[in-house]
């Protein structure tokens, strides 16, 4: 919009689009093919879940907290859903109830985090154990799912011209990234979570309502876990317990690669998705490669994070030292 | 002018745990005028303003505002009454833009939307009626604290307020950004608001105030009409005394100062100077000398002191100790030269709360030595129970959490943990704030002995006749900078408050 | 202005979480014993201590050294996420040097060279670069599993050296090796920490930094030291895995092990806030920790559904320790029972 816009405030997200122009550029270089729209459409199905959760995450962290459970939250909606349909649930119900408790569990977790001033991170971490063992609990294997609608949607193609075509997966990711992107930045709720990540004393002092939107924030997290674990779901027609373990982590990585500030109070939900394709990017150029191993995706990864980290840091001195 | 004051205080009393802040205050504000609220430390200013801004509701006492009795019960309570307030400390969010800190919890909208447009119309507004110039977009942390000031006297001003409270706006501003700020006040002031400027300093009350109201140990000492209050006047109401007061100072401490005189400064200081803390000043400390550094609140003194002890960085200047030059990165370079810091504020840089009394005690020591030349138990309780009893804390134990000890011995805690290390000088800023009148008496008391001992003492206080009692000679400061010495020669009070208040020139 | 000022008695201590520990370890092997008469034999066979106690201090050792590490940063107010991560590294280095033919000194030392490297990257971010502690370790946390599987090229590698299993799985004088070596370290450490005035260092940049640095303390130089320590617990951590399961695994070996190390330190009773600290509280919290997991499994609980009483008990544990909890609650107890909570 203006320039001002483009440095200051945006230059992580602007970093964050020329990484992803640029990491893309160099793949399609070395990797005949890969420039295509179908790739991209790809990398939005292919990172469905990780995409929906770091959306969920984005807010969480916007406020300043962080939640470490969605990979659990994942596995247990994952297990949960098809051990219901399983014994005859249909699935829409199935996905209600799932979403439901995923809502419940972000909510009490929010609220044992604001009524009682516990650490976030230790709160989380415990809710992370809890849903692993809850999904266990119904079943350490993985069950398959066998349904019509399942069918239906896994064969689902949104033709975008040419030889790109949108999953359902992908446009249940593109419909949470807008979501998202109205809840922070068009909502009141939204630019509480900032003022509260950005100074939580102040926004008390001007009257916003802190405790709700705290406890709120981490309910809507724990709805888009559970969407990301019913989107799993439909991905492999199957429920697995064990599915999202580590996700967590690679949500907060998403986010931070995004240009969200890891303390809160600074980001926004466009960079998360930015987030989310740089991730994929690297990943399926890993893939396409063959002679890189897959570990290289998580170095990467840890760098980027290391990167975004020091840029902010000098952001945030500099912002301080021009306040001083 | 009219005759009906806008805001009416009667008998505002306001106690805290027995601990009488205001009694019976009376205080009223005129539509457009600009009324400067007045006094030291603990006279009960930051107390009446947090009555009127609904933070704490009085025990006794009315408020009317606009012929309206009001009792506000929360700050957004007294916002909606028409009563805004700006803090010292901008209560912004940093991160957030301009348009957006000026809207924040009344964005126009519906269903919890925000409507953008209206919301950067409005900062825009807001900003024009302070005639303020700025990139509404632009992110409020990017602005000086001036321009973040006028960002928050514009929220508050959104509110349609009929009264605006300052609460030490200018603290951090340079002159420039001053006289801009005033700019906005008077016009505000035709605009027919009321406006409460509570300021150190006195050069601003008298530039831009049309009144002043003097608190002193949460009584009202008076309101006067600024034209007919002589600046002298003022300090001495301020300080609680009479301008022709003369001191009455033993003649032991003038021999001592005499005898000291004649001995090589211990540390000097040439052209030391930090932007926004203090402009470039000279002063020497010796031996066996209690040297006071007095001014009104805000004047630099603090700041003075973190400089020479390594706790901020100068920008310009040396500082020479026993006459080579010697550059402190942190405290921890201070206190192994021999220096010694006894802040201010006891709670956030002073106690480690949940220590011992013996652990708080022993640790500059111990930090000097380092981890390895560890004081042996024996000799830590031997130190502790020399200074428990030199100084006469009250404490069950040593091992008591220093936190359960009072503000006056947890206070002769800090002392004996710098007396511990056996300094070369030692600075005390505000060494008896807060404690009772007994503990006082013994600090001042150990302030002379370590005179007697040879120390150089750098003696901070806000308290005229703690400085005239207990220092050789007074270096004064006022408005952040060095305002010239009192030597003890010419060491009264009267003398002294003339120089805080800049009026010795003429004088 | 002259206001009294009395002299508060001193405060009774906060009632020692140790003796919870104590009663929350007596509850479990009561619980145990109840379906298990046997639950507390110890037999000696070939002159080796054997029983389900000897198992629960052998699995439970690499916990403790983890939280004697953990201790350490969390009393400075920080916290490490790092650890696991820093283990699997250090346990694929064991395994890659053994393969190739180093000796067991070269081998231990490197892989506390590692956890000393790790140490110091976490230290300099946190202390003197000022990044939040959780956010400076997830970095390592993130990328050093990667960093493993490096190590490791992608293999699980055996380990086929007798004299390092021998560190996990072997006896001296009827005792376990490896709880009797990090009980050492425990010791050590203690001694270290009270004998010389670390300790002391450490509570104080915990309770109030400001405070200590404004008396001397160089703050930056003892947070980085912690981390370095952890670091350094984190590398011999990984040695222990590594001679556990005769393996680099780079995905399993530390697995949650941060997450274990931390309760043991929350549930031993030092606070996430910093501050006070006791090594003897993280030690019995991993004792804790391993009992409930080996309870769990003589219950016949599945593995996998083990993490449910712990996730419990961390919240039980961090809410009795939240004031604003303490006040709530206390308002439904009668007035006897609130000053003991």
Request: glycine share 12%; proline share 3%; net charge positive.
């Amino acid at each position: 919009m203006k320039l001002s816009m483009l440095t200051g405030r945006h230059l992580p997200l602007v970093a964050t689009a020329g990484i992803f122009c640029l990491l893309f550029g160099v793949t399609a270089y070395f990797y005949e093919g890969f420039f295509s729209g179908r790739v991209v459409a790809d990398l939005l199905s292919d990172n469905a879940f990780l995409g929906i959760a770091a959306i969920g995450m984005t807010l969480v962290i916007f406020s300043g907290g962080i939640d470490l459970s969605v990979g659990a939250v994942i596995g247990f909606t994952s297990i949960f859903t098809a051990t219901l349909m399983g014994r005859g649930v249909s699935p829409v119900v199935a996905w209600m109830l799932a979403l439901l408790i995923g809502t419940a569990f972000g909510g009490t977790m929010g609220t044992l985090i604001h009524a009682f001033r516990l650490p976030p991170f230790l709160i989380t971490l415990a809710g992370m154990f809890l849903a692993r063992g809850m999904g266990f609990w119904l079943n350490t294997e993985s069950v398959a799912i066998h349904h019509p609608l399942y069918d239906w949607l896994a064969n689902f193609d949104l033709p975008l011209g040419g030889t790109m075509h949108l999953s359902a997966n992908g446009l249940i990711l593109l419909l949470v990234v807008a979501a998202g992107y109205v809840v922070a930045h068009h909502t009141r709720f939204g630019r509480t979570l900032f003022a509260i990540g950005g100074n939580e004393q102040s926004a008390l002092l001007m009257g916003l309502p802190v405790g709700s939107a705290k406890i709120t924030v981490y309910a809507v997290n724990g709805f888009t876990a559970a969407l990301a674990g019913i989107v799993q779901t439909l991905y492999t027609s199957s429920g697995d317990g064990s599915k999202g373990i580590g996700l967590e982590l690679d949500a907060i990585a998403v986010v931070v690669i995004g240009g969200t500030l890891l303390s809160g109070g600074r980001g926004h939900i466009l960079g998360t998705l930015l987030g989310v394709l740089i991730f994929g990017t690297i990943q399926a150029a890993i893939l396409f490669d063959g002679r890189l191993s897959s570990w290289w995706m998580r170095i990467v990864v840890g760098a980027l994070i290391l990167v975004f980290i020091l840029l902010q840091r000098f952001i945030v001195r500099g912002a301080g030292r021009r306040g001083a | 002018m009219t005759d009906q004051p806008l805001l009416q205080l009667r008998g505002i009393t306001k106690r805290f745990l027995g601990v009488t802040a205001l009694n019976g205050v009376d205080f009223s504000v005129r539509s457009g005028e600009i009324h400067a609220l007045l006094g030291e430390n603990g006279a009960g200013k930051s107390t009446l303003i947090k009555v009127l801004t609904g933070v704490h509701s009085p025990d006794a006492g009315q408020i009317t505002l606009a012929g309206n009795s009001i009792q506000p019960s929360s700050p957004k309570d007294a916002e909606q009454a028409g009563i805004s307030t700006v803090y010292q400390e901008v209560n912004l969010i940093p991160a957030l833009s301009i348009a957006e800190n000026i809207a924040l919890g009344r964005q126009p909208g519906k269903f919890g939307f925000v409507n953008w447009r209206a919301i950067r119309r409005h900062a825009r507004e807001a900003l024009a009626r302070l005639e303020v110039e700025c990139d509404v977009d632009a992110e409020l942390g990017s602005l000086s604290v001036a321009l973040q000031q006028m960002v928050a006297i514009a929220r508050a001003l959104d509110l349609r307020a009929k009264l605006l409270v300052l609460d030490e706006p200018t603290a951090s501003l340079d002159e420039k950004e001053v006289a801009e700020l005033f700019k906005v006040m008077r016009r505000l002031r035709s605009d027919g608001l009321g406006i409460v400027f509570v300021t150190h300093f006195l050069d601003q009350v008298y530039a831009v105030s049309d009144r002043i109201t003097v608190l002193r140990n949460g009584e009202l000492v008076g309101e006067f009409a600024t034209a007919q209050l002589p600046r002298l006047a003022l300090v001495g109401k301020m300080l609680g005394r009479e301008v022709k007061d003369e001191a009455g100072r033993s003649a032991a401490e003038a021999g001592a100062a005499d005898q000291a005189a004649s001995a090589a400064p211990l540390l000097e200081t040439r052209g030391l100077a930090r932007r926004g803390a203090i402009q470039p000043m000279n002063l020497s400390l010796r031996r066996g000398e209690v040297t006071g550094l007095a001014g009104l609140l805000g004047s630099g003194r603090t700041e003075t002191a973190r400089l020479l002890f390594g706790i901020d960085a100068p920008d310009a200047g040396e500082i020479l100790l026993g006459g080579k030059r010697v550059e402190f990165d942190s405290p921890r370079d201070a206190v192994r030269l021999g220096l010694a810091f006894s802040s201010e504020d006891r709670k956030t840089e002073g106690i480690m709360p949940n220590l011992s009394v013996r652990e708080n005690l022993i640790f500059a020591l111990q930090a000097k030595r380092g981890a390895w030349k560890t004081l042996s138990r024996a000799e830590q309780e031997k130190l502790c129970a020399h200074y428990i009893a030199a100084l006469r804390i009250k404490t069950p134990d040593a091992e008591t959490p220093i936190k359960n000890l009072s503000g006056g011995n947890q206070q002769k805690v800090l002392l004996a943990r710098w007396l511990a290390t056996q300094p070369e000088l030692i600075i005390l800023d505000e060494p008896t704030r807060g404690i009772d009148i007994g503990a006082k008496a013994e600090i001042e008391q150990l302030i002379g002995k370590l005179r007697g001992e040879g120390l150089a003492v750098l003696l901070i206080s806000s308290e005229i006749e703690e400085i005239v009692r207990n220092c050789s000679r007074v270096l004064v400061l006022r408005e952040r900078r060095y305002a010239g010495e009192v030597p003890a020669a010419e060491l009264t009070p009267a003398r002294l408050m003339s120089v805080m208040a800049g009026t010795h020139e003429q004088a | 202005m002259s206001k009294p000022e009395p002299i508060k008695p001193a405060a009774a201590r906060p009632r020692s979480p140790l003796i919870w520990m104590v009663a929350g370890l007596v509850a479990l092997v009561l619980l145990n014993l109840t379906k298990n008469t046997s639950f507390l034999n110890v037999t000696l066979l070939d002159g080796h201590l054997y029983g389900t106690p000897v198992d629960i201090f052998t699995q439970g050792s690499r916990t403790m050294l983890l939280a004697l590490g953990m201790t350490l940063v969390i009393a400075t107010g920080g916290v490490d996420l790092s650890v696991g991560s820093i283990v699997a590294i250090a346990g694929a280095v064991c395994a890659i040097l053994l393969r190739d033919g180093h000796g067991l000194a070269i081998t231990i030392a490197s892989a506390l060279a590692v956890g000393l490297a790790a140490g110091s990257v976490n230290g300099v971010l946190v202390a003197r670069l000022g990044i939040q502690p959780i956010v400076a370790t997830l970095i390592l946390m993130v990328a050093g599993r990667g960093i493993a599987q490096l190590v490791v090229g992608g293999q699980v590698v055996f380990i086929t050296n007798k004299s390092f299993e021998f560190l996990a799985n072997g006896f001296v004088l009827g005792l376990p090796v490896a709880p009797l070596l990090v009980g050492a370290m425990y010791l050590v450490t203690h001694f270290f920490l009270r004998r010389t005035a670390t300790g002391l260092f450490i509570e104080a940049v915990g309770d109030n930094e400001t405070a200590s640095r404004f008396a001397g303390l160089g703050a930056a130089r003892v947070k980085t030291l912690a981390y370095i320590f952890c670091g350094a617990c984190a590398g011999i951590t990984g040695v222990f895995a590594a001679a556990n399961v005769r393996a680099g695994d780079a995905y399993r070996l530390g697995e949650n092990a941060e997450l274990d190390a931390i309760f043991a330190v929350v549930v031993g009773g030092t606070a996430l806030t910093g501050g006070r600290f006791s090594i003897l509280g993280s030690f019995l919290g991993a004792l804790l920790i391993q009992t409930l997991t080996t309870t769990m499994y003589n219950l016949g609980v599945p593995p996998a559904v083990a993490p449910v009483p712990k996730a419990l008990l961390i919240i039980g544990v961090s809410l009795l320790q939240s004031e604003k909890f303490r006040n709530w609650a206390g308002r439904f107890m009668p007035r006897g029972q609130k000053a003991a909570a």
